[in-house]
């Protein structure tokens, strides 16, 4: 039997996170092991558990996660994105909420190429007059 579940996808960076919320206790799995394992600072902790905090959806989901790419932080965020993706298939009231707190807007900043001639994506090679 198949179970019932909200499916987000996140972005951040080169990172990609998909999320499936399905109805539960509240544990959060990432890439098969516990988010507090996977993540171990409070300050990425803090990051995942936000939109589930502002919809008061704490302790309401099983969620279960696979993200690639990037590294931890770029991860957390992705991570966070695709669970206000999926609290948005859950009930479209969130919106207004995750909206305001700017969790449904990918992130789009990502590193700045280097450009050819130059030490860097804007940084010059050192100039000598004489």
């Known amino acids: 039997m198949k179970e019932e579940y909200f499916y ?3 972005k951040r960076k080169t990172s ?3 999320t499936r919320l399905y109805s539960g206790s509240g544990q959060i799995l990432v890439n ?4 507090q394992e996977y993540f171990p600072r409070a300050t990425l902790q803090m990051v995942i558990n936000q939109p589930l905090k502002l919809t008061q959806a704490t302790g309401k989901f099983d969620i279960k996660i696979n993200v690639d790419g990037g590294g931890l932080a770029g ?8 669970i206000s993706r999926a609290l948005l298939q859950v009930d479209q009231d ?7 707190a ?3 807007t990918r992130d789009a900043r990502v590193k700045e ?3 050819y001639g130059q030490r860097g994506a804007r940084a010059k090679f050192q100039y000598s007059k004489r």
């Open 32 to 35: 098969g092991r516990p988010y």
């Open 16 to 18: 990609t996170a998909r």
């Open 94 to 100: 969130n919106r207004p909420v995750l909206k305001k």
């Open 102 to 104: 700017g969790l449904l």
């Open 113 to 115: 190429r280097k450009k």
């Open 8 to 10: 987000g996808k996140g």
């Open 75 to 82: 991860q957390a965020e992705a991570v966070r994105h695709g």
